[in-house]
């Protein structure tokens, strides 16, 4: 099972008033593993970048006047999610940037039946709690320690790991489940501990779990002292 978990950095809150996405990052699950594979843009909206926005991502105007424009790149992105579950945060809002995009460049919207939103999945998991991302990070103890800016890649990782516990779980903080050899140094973490025995562990001959007879003597020997046992009656 493939899914893409996905963030958006914008202009703004509503692409109806013109606003655009300016930053995507995805992450790439299988069956709730992160492979390490990724997808990161950033794109030139084309417009003036608001300052309550820049100071949300960090983003200016400047640095995202030298990008790509989405029309030109959007090949990339959308081989990149292909036909699978796309997860995000709020997934509404950045389902609405995402699919005015496509509509922009002529191409097809993102089907909301591909939609799987993380907030509603914590609203039914954990009703009368905070439900935002950095609080859900708390809750399942995921690190956030680095995140400075809001940062697409960085807030799809960040939700890839609370998708995971939001679904079941790794115990991140137990350090139960082992990374396979071959999923991505980025999805790796230093606290996941394998379960299979160290090689250099000696090996214990088997205890032995089968009464001798000198034990099966003494068995005998008590049960004669046991007055009118149920197993006689």
Known sequence: ???????????????????????IGCV???????????????????????AEAEA????????????PLFFDEV?????????????????????????AEL????????????????????????????HSLDALCTRYGVDRSHRVFHGALLDAELLAQVYIELTGGRQIAMGLVPVADNVGEAARDDRIVPLHPSADRP??????????????????AFLERIARPIWNR
Do not use: W
């Open 75 to 99: 090949e990339a992105f959308l081989e990149f999610v292909g036909d699978d579950k796309l997860v995000a945060h709020n997934a509404g809002f950045d389902f609405g940037f995402l699919n």
């Open 28 to 50: 790439e699950l299988i069956d709730r593993m992160p492979t390490g594979k990724t997808f990161h843009a950033y794109y030139n909206p084309e417009r003036d970048m608001p």
């Open 56 to 67: 949300i991502h960090g983003l200016s105007a400047q640095f995202l006047s030298e990008k």
């Open 1 to 23: 099972m493939r899914e893409i978990v996905f963030d958006t950095e914008t202009t703004g809150i509503d692409p109806r008033q013109g606003h655009r996405m300016v930053e």
């Open 203 to 220: 090996v214990r001959p088997p205890r032995p779990h089968t009464a001798n007879e000198a034990e099966l003597m003494r068995h005998a």
């Open 103 to 130: 509509e922009r460049c002529s191409r097809e919207a993102i089907c909301l039946s591909r939609k799987i939103d993380t907030l509603e999945l914590a609203r039914r998991k954990h009703p009368g709690g905070k």
